[in-house]
Structures are given as C-alpha cells and as structure tokens.
C-alpha cells in the first residue's frame, strides 16, 4: 500500500440502478449513510469550539426528548437542576447525572422512550454482553447509521485494500472451527458500499491453536479482532513460529490497545495496527488518527467526556474515566454514560483535524 497521500476515496459505490453504473445512483440507507460520511469529511476540520457549540445543540434537543419521553430521565433531568426550554450550557450539563452500566441493566425499561420519533426509523433492540451479564437497549436506525458512518469514516481515513480477503474474529455460533463462515463482501458498511473482496468469519470461542490453523489457511490481506484476542494470536504465531505473508495490516475494535498488542502483531506479523475504540452500548467513540497513533473523538456520533476523581474534565496528559453521550439515539438516549473504561486525554493533533484527542485508552482486559 501506497503511504502517498490522496483526495477522495478510491473506488466508486455500488450503484442501486442496473443501468447507471457511474456515478453511482444509491438505494435510501446507503445514500443516506454517505450523505453523512459527506458532511464527516467537513466536520472532522471544525474547530474545537466549532465541533462543541454543534454539539450542545444537538444534546440540547437529546435532553428535551428524554425529558418529555422517558420516564428515567423525566426525574432524574429536573432534579439536577435542568429545565426544559432553557438553553443547553457547559454548566448546566456538568449537574447531570452519570448513568452506571447498573443502572442501565437493571431498568431498561426505565430508560426507553416512549415516544420515538417515526423520523427516526425501525428500531431494533440490542443485547450486550461485555462479560458482566447482559444490558439490553433499543437503537433506532438512525442511530446505527451515524454508527456505521464513522466504521466507514475509519476505512477512509486508514484506506485500506479494499479486493483483500478479509478475516473477522468475532462471536458468532455459526462461524465455527474448521470452516467458519464465508461471505461474498465485507458486509456493512464497505461491502455493502462498495465492490470489496469476500470476508471469513470464525467464532471467537475457537481455541487458540485451531484461530492459527484457520489464519494460515485462510491467508486474509486484512485480520479483525479485539485487542485480547489479537494479542494472544500474534503471541501464539510468534510462539509457532507462524508468519502470514499476504497480511497488510490488523483492525483492533474494543476498549483499550496496549502497546504490548501492537509490538506482538509488528513482530509476529510485521503489520501495523489500527484501532477503533467502541463500546456497543454507545456506538465507536475514537479513531486512530491517519498520521499517529493516538486516537480522535468522533464529536458527530458521541459527546465523550473524561472525567477526574471529583467530576471534572480531564486536562490533556491527564488520566480519567470515560463518559460518553451519543447524539443520534432517540429510543434509549444514554446521558453521560460510564462506559467503564480509562482513558488519557492528548493534545491538539498536528493533523489539524478538530476532533478532540485521547493520547491512549486503557486497555478493557487484563492482558494474559
Ligand atoms: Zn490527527
């Protein structure tokens, strides 16, 4: 792959109508999902102060909806001092509340809007299980689009081949040791958009040593994972001695990167990583930079705050826990959520993209 930087992304979308092949004429979702990668393409320049004042608008007409709609927040808002109609300030967000994982486990009922807007499109509900029993939330579409526009915001910023076959650990009972599962794409949102190469999948439950045997076999361009995983394989490969010469790089999605998981993956593998930092319940919240390794907040999807012991915004090069707001999700709106991880915040990126920056996340998983 090319390090050569280029304008615009480097294939044309998959047309929806047989007979205009270029430019492309897309169905609704996909039209939709890049009419907002249109507008990321902007945004991600914004000044800070740019990105934040968009923001609070945006939280502004979150907050009222969740006053007027869900029974949780029609309490928990006023008695923190908000009042509908008033103007969203730093200040009177700094009162709110943080929502706990407990909380959000133990009255999901409590927390979903009773009045979703139709605008917003089919809802769908979610269970999530991070390994400390499931939450369940609903999701409208809309939601998960602004989801899936920064997943696709990431393969344009890291432009990846795109005609690579694709390996995807992750969990899935019909993916199991030896053949996993093949698909004829990358599925959404590149595979979907676009003309990629086909995608394997094998169940992250699969022992270890039958994930190398599948890896060898198979011979991806491009390897999936969370961090855990990645690292005990890279570890596994180095121990076997496995190298996988057609591998191009390795996308980590998950809660923190440790450096130990990127050196192993450098030297079993000889790749680079890059990773996405998400929690299902609120969607990807960073990216790693194009340029660096540290990671942008992605402001359009997502107010992240890191916050001190005593509730205070965290100073660059200070270390905190990781409280996150997404914009777009109308049918369990999750104000300022403890996500459960740590992160340090960075300073401004010589990229000079606005999009705030965390130096590291911490990892989510003690390392094996
Ligand atoms: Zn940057």
Known sequence: MSD???????AAPRSGVPSVLWPALLPDLQSKLLAIEFQLEQSEWWTEAELREHQLQQLGGLLAHAHATVPFYGSALPAAG????EPLTPEVWARLPILDR???????????????????????????DRGQGPVHL???????????????????????????????????????????????????????????????????????????????????VHLVGNPAELLALARECLALGVTLPGL??????????SPEARDACREAWGVPVVHLYRAEEVGPLALQCPEHE????????????????????????????????????????????DVGDTAEVGAPCPCRRGLPVLAKILPRDPSP
């Open 138 to 220: 609903r999701i409208t579409e809309v939601a998960q689009l602004m989801r899936l526009a920064i997943f696709l915001r990431e393969q344009v910023w890291h432009r990846r081949d795109l005609s690579g076959l694709r390996a995807v650990l992750q969990p899935d009972e019909k993916a199991a040791f030896p053949a996993g599962r093949r698909e004829p794409h990358w599925g959404w949102p590149m595979g979907i958009l676009y003309e990629t190469g086909p995608q394997t999948v094998l169940d992250r439950r699969t022992p270890l040593g039958q994930q190398v045997e599948w890896l060898q076999r198979e011979s991806p």
């Open 82 to 85: 908000y009042r509908p109609g």
């Open 102 to 128: 407990a909380t959000l486990q133990a009255r999901p009922d409590a927390l979903a809007s009773r009045a979703i807007p139709p605008s917003h499109g089919p809802v769908a509900e979610l269970r999530i």
């Open 4 to 10: 050569a930087p280029r304008e615009g992304f480097p």
């Open 248 to 257: 191009e790089g390795v996308q980590s999605l998950g809660g923190g990167l």
């Open 294 to 337: 540290h990671f942008h907040v992605q402001c359009e999807q997502a107010l992240v705050e890191v916050l001190d012991g005593e509730g205070r915004p965290c100073a660059a090069g200070e270390v905190g826990r990781v409280v996150a707001t997404p914009l777009g999700n109308f049918a369990t709106p999750l104000i300022r959520y």
